[in-house]
């Protein structure tokens, strides 16, 4: 389970049991229990880190399905007609983000 740091109350500490100097000790979060430490102590050990950060709008996420779907809608193989135009300006000038929606003009009432 990979939860981001914007998440912070997924990483809230509940309760923890601590283990001795270098031994594993778990942490119980909103989630459930993690256990940290070593899984070994040879000499040899292989250290792995992995970190990934990607940020995207909302605004993006909501537009991608549809910028897929409707990739062709402005096709060079078609001039758009009078009423084709006018609808795509009513959209695009009425499409806002007000109050945590989205809200689009609609072309034609």
Not at 66 to 76: G, L, Q
Not at 82 to 109: C, L, M, Q, Y
């Amino acid at each position: 389970l990979l939860i981001g740091c914007d998440v912070s109350a997924a990483h809230w500490v509940v309760d923890q049991r601590l283990g001795g100097r270098k031994n594993p000790y778990a942490v119980k979060a909103l989630l459930g229990w993690t256990v940290f430490g070593p899984a070994s102590y040879s000499e040899y050990r292989k250290r792995v880190d992995n970190h990934t950060s990607k940020i995207q709008t909302l605004e993006y996420e909501i537009r991608k399905p549809y910028d897929v779907e409707f990739s062709d809608a402005y096709s060079s193989d078609k001039s758009l007609s009078v009423d084709d135009k006018v609808a795509i300006k009513i959209v695009e000038g009425g499409t806002r983000f007000d109050n945590g929606h989205f809200v689009v003009s609609i072309p034609w009432k």
